[in-house]
T-cell receptor, first 109, second 116 residues
Framework: GQNIDQPTEMTATEGAIVQINCTYQ??????LFWYQQHAGEAPTFLSY??LDGLEEKGRFSSFLSRSKGYSYLLLKELQMKDSASYLC??????????WGAGTKLIIKP | NAGVTQTPKFRVLKTGQSMTLLCAQD?????MYWYRQDPGMGLRLIHY???????AKGEVPDGYNVSRLKKQNFLLGLESAAPSQTSVYFC???????????????FGAGSRLTVL
């Protein structure tokens, strides 16, 4: 079966750095997405990785290792508005998106 | 610039009743999708459309029907609602198709459906 694993919940302090991990076992790989979802709102696109390595976009970076079936989202200089769920999704060999259950990130002052 | 608009935002149904969720997008996207989101689970694709007049089944299509009569609208119907269909439903659209690399999805705000 296909599986995406993320921690259910994480807590971090305002101004700090947090790393949210995502491991996947899918039938093939055609890219990995990270979305942010504030409570009661729509998911919004953060990043896309298809090649190994780090993609940096402002305070957010996303890393991919295809050989390890592993990605992480790195959030720097945390702000209270970063409190949200972070969804990892992998596109499999049939180009279907497989979604993780999401990681709820709680930021404390 | 509304993006993706879903109506209604909330609805309570009794078992066996029918209803339709409406999704409208103003971005001229070809591709549209209906997902459901349940606690502790990832988003699951119900049905999708690759263009006006076309629909296709996703991962969990049973109990749902869809129509795409106009490019900007994608309707999700429940003919006979069941408690297992209690969920938050998200519509999404994309400029590119699923086979086209980074096909970024733009989601609506969601419709929370409760079936008693």
């Amino acid at each position: 079966g296909q599986n995406i694993d993320q921690p259910t919940e994480m807590t971090a302090t305002e101004g700090a750095i947090v790393q949210i991990n995502c491991t996947y076992q899918t039938s093939g790989f055609n890219g990995l997405f990270w979305y942010q979802q504030h409570a009661g709102e729509a998911p919004t696109f953060l990043s896309y990785n298809v090649l190994d390595g780090l993609e940096e976009k402002g305070r957010f970076s996303s890393f991919l290792s295809r050989s390890k079936g592993y990605s992480y989202l790195l959030l720097k200089e945390l702000q209270m508005k970063d409190s949200a769920s972070y969804l990892c999704a992998v596109k499999d060999s049939n180009y279907q998106l497989i979604w993780g259950a999401g990681t709820k990130l709680i930021i404390k002052p | 610039n509304a993006g993706v608009t879903q109506t209604p935002k909330f609805r309570v149904l009794k078992t066996g009743q029918s209803m339709t969720l409406l999704c409208a997008q103003d971005m001229n996207h070809e591709y549209m999708y209906w997902y459901r989101q349940d606690p502790g689970m990832g988003l699951r694709l119900i049905h999708y459309s690759v263009g006006e007049g076309t629909t296709a089944k996703g991962e969990v299509p049973d109990g749902y029907n869809v129509s795409r009569l106009k490019k900007q609208n994608f309707l999700l119907g429940l003919e006979s609602a069941a408690p297992s269909q209690t969920s938050v439903y998200f519509c999404a659209s994309s400029y590119r198709g699923m086979g086209s690399g980074a096909n970024v999805l733009t989601f609506g705000a969601g419709s929370r459906l409760t079936v008693l």
